[in-house]
């Protein structure tokens, strides 16, 4: 007999006293009506009577109840178990007895959130306790059966006791202290607008004695009104700060059509933006507005501005602050636009008796030259590596804050009213879930041994193609800076040619490397696309990683052409500042990368839009090629920052072609370029850009720059470090003047000795932040892992549950002959 089948209820009714506010499921049952349903049609009436006999009336109400939802959700249900005459659910396949429909009503994903009255009961009984904190009170266990809140009794009660609840909850919200109520009502799973009814029949029922403003002292009120404002104003604030971030309206729309892959590069050019800002601003203030208020002396005569020095940077421009060479070796005297003229003692420090210079502050140029530098990247590297580990945060975060559901419920902003705003969150939503779909439909297809062999032999001879291609640029770029060195000096011989001749003969070398800089990378895509990969995010990474290869390379020769073979020997080349030639020659390299990526941009995408459209006869325009933009600002933002100990005033050069690039991509982007065929979300691409800017770009820079401070002898003819012999002595003669006077620095001195001098610490403080980065990463590996565990865990006790209903309908089963055949009997015996 089915009866016989006993089942714990104490576990659920325990859980349903202690558990967090249930959500309205009322929509998710439907595949549990339509067995109900089925169910109550299988069943003989009288078999369903004499079953129901044992039945208490808790459990006779929960099995009415069960039918009631089974005749509402007939509509619905029909139809939904088989199709094309195949179960689709294995706990669909039989007829399931009144037992088996108890033990599935008394299941706690059966019974949560099943109606508001079990919410409302559910909160009555937590403001009681709020009430009664302090008095004693009887377990729930010593209470019976009618008596205790039961989240299941009260989905089968009636109207009028549901309004008495209600009833009663308003009465315990109202003795409710303000804060506790505002906090009981934000906790309750009910609507805004059943939220706004309780609070509205909390007010008018204490209408009865109202609360007139003279029970409110004045110090309360102004209390109230303060913290309000304030709130306000920080509201504002927020809004204004949010107002500020530069292009965010654009951002919106580019993420819109063309998606987060595209949107990364523009955040990564914003990223490149601020980082300048930073650098002129440091420069501007210490080195370019000190030394442009107290001017050196000329003794040379002044060049004329011919117009060709925008493009060389020579001529006019080399006496000026936007170089080196420009900058003296004095030290700046408040009070007056003189400087005290530097006198070196015997011992090699800078000392001068001059009795002005004692009595004023004094600015040392060498010194704030030589600090300025070292500082700001100091300061860079710490930005850097706090932005790439806030970047590892976001792109590997473990919650599914921003999956499929989220996005499709939770994502939209209801306070955008605007038409223009709608219509743009609207695109932007769209193409997130379509890249969102994309990794959810795409799917790994199994390929045979032959065709692995075969992509595995293509993907071999595309990258000896690549890395061949690289290693023959890099050397001819070598071979021309060889072929330029020897001519240079046969023409400082010679001259036999004009200095504007001279000085336009110098733009060939940037002209042939940026040329390599604009043809190779589609050399790189052309490799690519014979490749056929899958997956176009791993397409976007291998373009990325040759590029960087082919950058590197460049660089690397470029910086031996610079720092081993000009600044050894400057006298063979007829230079006095070697360092003021160097800048002029990054100033180059940096404006013909601007010009080249103009030509790029109106051949590669605006003709070829054209080309496409009036004679190939096709709808489809060029993609935006991220891997080969990123590398390219890549590439500029190295120039800039190993140039800046040369040409201090070159973050500002770098500044403006950012903010014309930017305006000039944007638009090519919108007129000549579609969105990627196959959506796909760029969820870590960021953080590549940003750990590509970090290691090799700031990296190199920083290694070349030390090297030249530390190792290079400086021209003795102009810059700040004339007359040392490394541009490091500077501070280090400074170090000695605090240490000889007796200064309170003294222990200053002692401190940067040890961490200029000894390079233990740099590698110390390397190793100390690249652990941070590790063990950010592990341990957000270790959460993700943890998460998947538990969902798997959860998917199991839903196998579990499948599996203990079907067991326990087995054994009904099994017992159901039985139990039929003494139902026969009792029926024939009752008429006689």
């Known amino acids: 007999m089915a009866r016989n089948i006993t089942f714990d209820f104490i576990t659920p009714r325990r859980l349903e006293t202690t558990m967090e506010s249930p959500l309205d499921e009322?929509?998710?049952?439907?595949?549990?009506?339509?067995?109900?349903?089925?169910?109550?049609?299988?069943?003989?009436?009288?078999?369903?009577?004499?079953?129901?006999?044992?039945?208490?009336?808790?459990?006779?109400?929960?099995?009415?109840?069960?039918?009631?939802?089974?005749?509402?959700?007939?509509?619905?249900?029909?139809?939904?178990?088989?199709?094309?005459?195949?179960?689709?659910?294995?706990?669909?396949?039989?007829?399931?007895?009144?037992?088996?429909?108890?033990?599935?009503?008394?299941m706690p994903s059966r019974t949560i959130g099943r109606s508001r009255g079990a919410i409302i009961?559910?909160?009555?009984?937590?403001?009681?306790?709020?009430?009664?904190?302090?008095?004693?009170?009887?377990?729930?266990?010593?209470?019976?059966?009618?008596?205790?809140?039961?989240?299941?009794?009260?989905?089968?009660?009636?109207?009028?006791?549901?309004?008495?609840?209600?009833?009663?909850?308003?009465?315990?919200?109202?003795?409710?202290?303000?804060?506790?109520?505002?906090?009981?009502?934000?906790?309750?799973?009910?609507?805004?607008?059943?939220?706004?009814?309780?609070?509205?029949?909390?007010h008018n029922f204490k209408e009865g004695r109202p609360i007139t403003s003279g029970q409110i002292s004045c110090f309360s009120r102004l209390k109230y009104y303060f913290i309000i404002a304030l709130r306000q104003g920080w509201y504002s604030w927020l809004s204004f700060l949010h107002a500020l971030q530069p292009w965010h309206v654009a951002l919106k729309?580019?993420?819109?059509?063309?998606?987060?892959?595209?949107?990364?590069?523009?955040?990564?050019?914003?990223?490149?933006?601020?980082?300048?800002?930073?650098?002129?601003?440091?420069?501007?203030?210490?080195?370019?507005?000190?030394?442009?208020?107290?001017?050196?002396?000329?003794?040379?005569?002044?060049?004329?501005?011919?117009?060709?020095?925008?493009?060389?940077?020579?001529?006019?421009?080399?006496?000026?602050?936007?170089?080196?060479?420009?900058?003296?070796?004095?030290?700046?005297?408040?009070?007056?636009?003189?400087?005290?003229?530097?006198?070196?003692?015997?011992?090699?420090?800078?000392?001068?008796?001059?009795?002005?210079?004692?009595?004023?502050?004094?600015?040392?140029?060498?010194?704030?030259?030589?600090?300025?530098?070292?500082?700001?990247?100091?300061?860079?590297?710490i930005i850097l590596v706090y932005s790439m580990s806030k970047s590892f945060g976001r792109s590997f975060h473990i919650s599914n804050s921003h999956g499929l559901a989220a996005k499709v419920f939770s994502s939209w902003d209801f306070k955008v009213i605007k038409r223009s705003s709608v219509k743009l969150q609207s695109e932007n939503i769209c193409t997130q879930l379509k890249e969102l779909l994309s990794e959810v439909s795409r799917r790994e297809k199994r390929k045979d041994l032959v065709h692995r062999l075969w992509r595995l032999a293509v993907h071999a001879m595309a990258w000896v193609m690549c890395l061949g291609s690289t290693v023959g640029c890099a050397f001819a770029v070598y071979q021309f800076s060889?072929?330029?060195?020897?001519?240079?000096?046969?023409?400082?011989?010679?001259?036999?040619?004009?200095?504007?001749?001279?000085?336009?003969?110098?733009?060939?070398?940037?002209?042939?490397?940026?040329?390599?800089?604009?043809?190779?990378?589609?050399?790189?895509?052309?490799?690519?696309?014979?490749?056929?990969?899958?997956?176009?995010?791993?397409?976007?990474?291998?373009?990325?990683?040759?590029?960087?290869?082919?950058?590197?390379?460049?660089?690397?020769v470029l910086c031996y052409h610079w720092l081993g073979r000009i600044a050894p020997e400057p006298d063979a080349l007829g230079l006095q500042c070697w360092e003021s030639f160097v800048g002029q020659e990054l100033y180059r390299f940096l404006l013909m990368d601007f010009i080249f990526i103009l030509m790029d941009t109106f051949f590669g995408e605006f003709l070829w839009k054209l080309?496409?459209?009036?004679?190939?006869?096709?709808?489809?325009?060029?993609?935006?090629?991220?891997?080969?933009?990123?590398?390219?600002?890549?590439?500029?933002?190295?120039?800039?920052?190993?140039?800046?100990?040369?040409?201090?005033?070159?973050?500002?050069?770098?500044?403006?072609?950012?903010?014309?690039?930017?305006?000039?991509?944007?638009?090519?982007?919108?007129?000549?370029?579609?969105?990627?065929?196959?959506?796909?979300?760029?969820?870590?691409?960021?953080?590549?850009?940003?750990?590509?800017?970090?290691?090799?770009?700031?990296?190199?820079?920083?290694?070349?720059?030390?090297?030249?401070?530390?190792?290079?002898?400086?021209?003795?003819?102009?810059?700040?470090?004339?007359?040392?012999?490394?541009?490091?002595?500077?501070?280090?003669?400074?170090m000695q003047q605090v240490e000889e006077r007796g200064s309170n620095l003294s222990w200053l001195t002692g401190v940067l000795s040890s961490l200029l001098e000894k390079p233990l610490f740099l590698f110390i403080a390397a190793g100390v932040f690249l652990m941070v980065i590790y063990f950010h990463t592990q341990v957000l590996d270790g959460q993700r892992k943890v998460i998947s565990l538990l969902q798997e865990q959860i998917e199991n006790e839903g196998e579990d549950k499948k599996f203990l209903i079907t067991r326990l309908q087995n054994l009904h089963e099994q017992r159901r002959p039985f139990s039929v055949h003494r139902r026969t009997e009792r029926v024939k015996e009752e008429p006689a």
């Open 611 to 734: 080309f496409s459209q009036k004679a190939l006869k096709r709808k489809r325009k060029p993609e935006f090629d991220i891997a080969r933009n990123v590398l390219e600002l890549i590439y500029g933002q190295t120039l800039a920052w190993l140039g800046v100990l040369f040409s201090p005033l070159l973050p500002a050069v770098q500044i403006v072609k950012l903010l014309l690039l930017f305006y000039i991509k944007k638009a090519s982007l919108m007129l000549n370029c579609q969105a990627p065929r196959r959506a796909w979300r760029a969820s870590q691409m960021s953080t590549v850009f940003i750990t590509l800017l970090c290691f090799p770009s700031f990296l190199g820079a920083a290694v070349s720059v030390a090297y030249t401070m530390w190792m290079l002898r400086p021209s003795g003819a102009c810059g700040p470090f004339r007359g040392l012999t490394t541009m490091f002595q500077a501070g280090k003669q400074w």
């Open 482 to 556: 060889e072929h330029m060195h020897q001519e240079q000096r046969v023409l400082d011989r010679a001259q036999v040619l004009s200095p504007q001749e001279q000085e336009a003969s110098l733009l060939a070398l940037p002209v042939v490397v940026s040329s390599f800089n604009l043809l190779l990378p589609g050399f790189f895509n052309t490799v690519g696309w014979m490749e056929e990969y899958d997956s176009i995010s791993v397409r976007t990474y291998v373009a990325i990683f040759r590029n960087l290869l082919f950058k590197v390379s460049l660089l690397g």
């Open 253 to 381: 729309r580019v993420s819109g059509r063309f998606g987060t892959g595209v949107l990364s590069y523009f955040d990564f050019l914003r990223t490149l933006l601020l980082f300048n800002v930073f650098l002129f601003l440091v420069y501007g203030c210490f080195l370019v507005i000190p030394q442009a208020i107290h001017p050196p002396s000329t003794h040379g005569t002044t060049l004329l501005f011919t117009g060709l020095e925008l493009l060389t940077g020579a001529g006019f421009f080399s006496d000026t602050v936007m170089f080196y060479g420009h900058y003296s070796n004095d030290t700046l005297s408040s009070g007056s636009s003189s400087s005290c003229p530097p006198a070196h003692n015997d011992t090699g420090h800078n000392d001068t008796g001059h009795p002005a210079c004692t009595q004023r502050l004094s600015y040392n140029m060498p010194l704030a030259y030589f600090f300025t530098i070292g500082v700001s990247f100091f300061i860079t590297c």
């Open 26 to 106: 009322d929509g998710l049952h439907d595949s549990f009506s339509q067995l109900i349903e089925e169910q109550s049609h299988s069943l003989a009436p009288g078999t369903v009577a004499l079953e129901m006999e044992d039945l208490t009336d808790e459990q006779r109400d929960r099995l009415t109840y069960l039918r009631g939802a089974a005749v509402e959700g007939r509509g619905q249900g029909r139809g939904r178990g088989r199709e094309d005459g195949r179960v689709t659910d294995p706990l669909m396949e039989g007829r399931w007895s009144s037992d088996t429909l108890r033990v599935l009503s008394s």
């Open 121 to 202: 009961s559910q909160y009555y009984n937590r403001t009681m306790q709020l009430r009664r904190r302090r008095q004693t009170r009887p377990s729930i266990r010593d209470l019976s059966r009618s008596a205790r809140p039961s989240i299941r009794g009260y989905g089968m009660s009636d109207v009028c006791e549901e309004e008495s609840k209600k009833d009663q909850l308003v009465n315990n919200l109202q003795n409710l202290s303000l804060s506790d109520r505002i906090r009981m009502l934000r906790a309750m799973p009910l609507s805004v607008a059943e939220k706004s009814e309780l609070r509205r029949r909390v």
